[in-house]
Nanobody
Framework: VQLQASGGGLVQAGESLRLSCAAS?????MAWFRQAPGKQRDVVAT???????TYADAVKGRFTISRDNSKNTVYLQMNSLKPEDTAVYYC????????WGQGTQVTVSS
């Protein structure tokens, strides 16, 4: 399975972005990760195939993960963005089973 993340950009604090992750085939549980410069790649949110979601404490209440199984696509709606959300965002299974794509850069200015 190949994964392609998109939708990143440069926004101001408080604004919103919606990321998309298109998979080349059917996938089961999926997750969004992010990696800021000099830091490790951490999980942001996960979602099962049936739609059950979990979130990192840092994004709880601001980010929403969703999916469209008919399109093999997972989304991350990011609201009330903060400068500390600045990172490259990646999608993968929660177990990092697939090859990492290029990710999509999210930059939040204060």
């Amino acid at each position: 399975v190949q994964l392609q993340a998109s939708g990143g950009g440069l926004v101001q604090a408080g604004e919103s972005l919606r990321l998309s992750c298109a998979a080349s085939g059917s996938v089961f549980s999926m997750a969004w990760f992010r990696q800021a410069p000099g830091k490790q790649r951490d999980v942001v949110a996960t979602i099962t195939r049936s739609g059950s979601a979990t979130y990192a404490d840092a994004v709880k209440g601001r980010f929403t993960i969703s999916r469209d199984n008919s399109k093999n696509t997972v989304y991350l709606q990011m609201n009330s963005l903060k400068p500390e959300d600045t990172a490259v965002y990646y999608c993968n299974s929660p177990f990092r089973s697939y090859s990492w794509g290029q990710g999509t850069q999210v930059t939040v200015s204060s």
